[in-house]
């Protein structure tokens, strides 16, 4: 990586189904302002930007009178991208994180590969699977999008839980905590933590 080049993105995505606008920063304080139309989304995002200290600026509007999956995808979709374009040529980073996070009586784990590389394994299974109106089930299609776009190699493991609302929050928790880890420099990586010579 560049020595003083900012690692952040700016992304616009327009749809007939939403409109988005995003800036992140991967070498942030945690800072965010956020804003899709769910609230619970909007809480899980604030958690992901403070977790993984990015800086992250979303306004999202979306077609949530049809249904909130376009939104959330699309968010996903756009969070990814800003992502891989922040990320540069991935020079000096550690490349490999990962987290266990307890939430109360839930438990998740979560590990990434930030290798350019797309792939999810999402295995999450709860008996309640809203929190209020928000179907927990929207969750993996927002971390699917977040992986492809962002190119990771993405394993989220809900180990136990009962509250969805736990169990969501643990496992953005630790995405961000994961990806924080697996994003940051390494001083001792001077090139790309690779033999194949590209992500």
């Avoid at 939403?18 to 769910?38: A, K, M």
């Avoid at 999956?69 to 756009?78: F, Q, S």
């Avoid at 438990?107 to 709860?126: C, G, H, P, T």
């Amino acid at each position: 990586m560049s020595e003083n080049r900012a690692r952040k993105a700016t992304i616009e995505r327009k749809t007939r189904e939403t409109e988005i606008r995003l800036d992140f920063n991967i070498d942030g304080s945690g800072s965010y302002d956020v804003s899709t139309g769910v609230a619970f989304f909007d809480h899980m995002l604030e958690s992901f930007a403070k977790h993984g200290l990015f800086d992250l600026q979303l306004q999202a509007k979306g077609d949530l009178d049809v249904d909130l999956h376009h939104t959330i995808e699309d968010v996903g979709i756009v969070l990814g991208q800003a992502i891989r374009e922040a990320l540069g040529d991935a020079r000096g980073i550690y490349r490999y994180g990962t987290q266990v996070l307890p939430m109360a009586e839930s438990k998740a784990e979560v590990s990434v590969d930030v290798s350019n590389r797309a792939f999810l394994v999402y295995n999450v299974s709860l008996k309640n699977d809203r929190v209020g109106s928000f179907d927990v089930s929207l969750v993996e299609d927002f971390a699917y999008a977040l992986a492809q776009n962002a190119g990771l190699d993405l394993h989220i493991n809900l180990v136990y839980g009962q509250s969805p609302h736990h169990a969501v929050e643990a496992i953005f928790k630790g995405m961000a905590r994961s990806l924080r880890q697996a994003l940051e420099i390494d001083p001792r990586q001077t090139g790309l933590p690779t033999v194949k010579g590209a992500l």
